[in-house]
């Protein structure tokens, strides 16, 4: 391959690139009484180079008490208490609960580590059956020597997620522009909220108001 053709496939490359028209998605939630998770359905992405740590903290809780993860990524899984705990993550497997006459109380086990001692921290990698999907569900962690303390988790392999703030207020940028499906996680259930057309270069502004 000469030079000249070289040259011509990183130009069209590039071009193609630059071609490729995204926005934002931002807004806020309206009378959300605890977490809520945010994101685009069905739309791929590059993956966020970040890691998602579950922390058992002294006194008993799992902090945060909601997380989102990225496939291809670890969890990374600490103890900050002086007594053993165990972090179980289960994934809510709905397929499961539809299909069977004896459905899993939690769900099926993604990992259960024990984490004997403060300071134990364990990584693990976070895989593709992890994320999100209809007929699997999100992930909820429990710690089994003490079932009261919990967690949830929902996994995604694109970056198009987040976690609304204390106020409501959530962002996705860079968005490919097009129609989108529009989903949210509030009290362990998760809703179809609406299609959303995302312009190029442009901030779309949202209000959601949770059923």
């Given at each position: 391959?000469?030079?000249?053709?070289?040259?011509?496939?990183?130009?069209?490359?590039?071009?193609?690139?630059?071609?490729?028209?995204?926005?934002?998605l931002?807004?806020?939630?309206?009378?959300?009484?605890?977490?809520?998770?945010?994101?685009?359905e069905?739309v791929?992405?590059?993956?966020?180079?970040?890691?998602?740590?579950?922390?058992?903290?002294?006194?008993?809780?799992?902090?945060?008490?909601?997380?989102?993860?990225?496939?291809?990524?670890?969890?990374?899984?600490?103890?900050?208490?002086?007594?053993?705990?165990?972090?179980?993550?289960?994934?809510?497997?709905?397929?499961?609960?539809?299909?069977?006459?004896?459905?899993?109380?939690?769900?099926?086990?993604?990992?259960?580590?024990?984490?004997?001692?403060?300071?134990?921290?364990?990584k693990?990698?976070?895989?593709?059956?992890?994320?999100?999907?209809?007929?699997?569900?999100?992930?909820?962690?429990?710690?089994?020597?003490?079932?009261?303390?919990?967690?949830?988790?929902?996994?995604?392999?694109?970056?198009?997620?987040?976690?609304?703030?204390s106020?409501?207020?959530?962002?996705?940028?860079?968005?490919?522009?097009?129609?989108?499906?529009?989903?949210?996680?509030?009290?362990?259930?998760?809703?179809?909220?609406?299609?959303?057309?995302?312009?190029?270069?442009?901030?779309?502004?949202?209000?959601?108001?949770?059923?």
């Amino acid at each position: 391959m000469n030079i000249r053709r070289v040259v011509s496939i990183i130009s069209a490359a590039l071009a193609l690139l630059s071609s490729v028209s995204a926005g934002e998605l931002k807004g806020r939630i309206q009378a959300a009484e605890g977490p809520v998770v945010v994101w685009v359905e069905g739309v791929n992405g590059a993956i966020p180079s970040q890691d998602t740590p579950i922390t058992h903290i002294a006194g008993g809780a799992f902090e945060p008490g909601i997380s989102i993860g990225f496939v291809g990524r670890e969890f990374v899984l600490k103890n900050e208490d002086d007594k053993l705990h165990n972090t179980h993550l289960y994934m809510r497997s709905a397929h499961q609960n539809d299909v069977s006459g004896r459905p899993l109380k939690f769900g099926s086990t993604v990992y259960n580590v024990a984490l004997p001692r403060s300071g134990s921290t364990v990584k693990k990698p976070i895989k593709p059956y992890h994320r999100y999907r209809d007929d699997t569900g999100y992930i909820e962690i429990v710690c089994n020597a003490h079932p009261n303390e919990r967690a949830f988790l929902l996994v995604f392999d694109h970056p198009y997620a987040a976690i609304a703030g204390s106020d409501g207020a959530f962002k996705l940028t860079n968005i490919p522009a097009g129609k989108h499906e529009v989903r949210y996680w509030h009290g362990g259930e998760v809703k179809v909220w609406q299609t959303v057309e995302v312009e190029d270069s442009v901030a779309t502004d949202i209000m959601i108001e949770l059923e």
